[in-house]
């Protein structure tokens, strides 16, 4: 899969869908999510690209990974400072954990080739 850039960080935000998210019928769920969560989406498309695994199958505690490619640190604190001001942040959805990284860092820091299978 291509990125229109090359990541400064990447973000995984561990959710849990609530009970209100899960009363709502599917079509209303995804009226809501083209209603709210895509225009944000699209407002920051050109700094910021989301990734979303369902992880329900396999896991209690959480149930969506979303997975945030950002060009950069301040780009990303844009784009949760919108979610912030939706009920996609801590109310359809808890905010279980939120885990930064920087791909290949440690090889980054070395000068030195990625080790990738």
């Known amino acids: 899969m291509s990125r229109p850039f ?17 009363g709502f019928p599917v ?3 995804f009226e809501l999510l083209a209603e709210q969560f895509t225009p944000i ?6 700094h910021v690209v989301l990734r979303f695994f369902d ?17 950069d640190h301040h780009a990303y604190q844009l784009l949760v400072e ?17 885990l930064t990284g920087i791909e290949n860092a440690y090889a980054k820091n070395y000068g030195r080739a990625a080790i990738n299978a």
Do not use: C, G, N, Q
């Open 82 to 98: 919108d979610l912030r001001e939706t009920p996609f942040w801590d109310r359809y959805f808890d905010i279980v954990e939120i």
């Open 55 to 71: 992880v329900e199958f396999y896991s209690t505690r959480v149930t969506d990974i979303w997975m945030w490619d950002a060009r």
């Open 27 to 29: 079509d209303r769920r």
């Open 41 to 46: 989406l699209k407002k920051h498309a050109d």
């Open 6 to 22: 090359d990541p400064a960080l990447t973000v995984f935000m561990l959710v849990k869908t609530s009970p209100e998210w899960l």
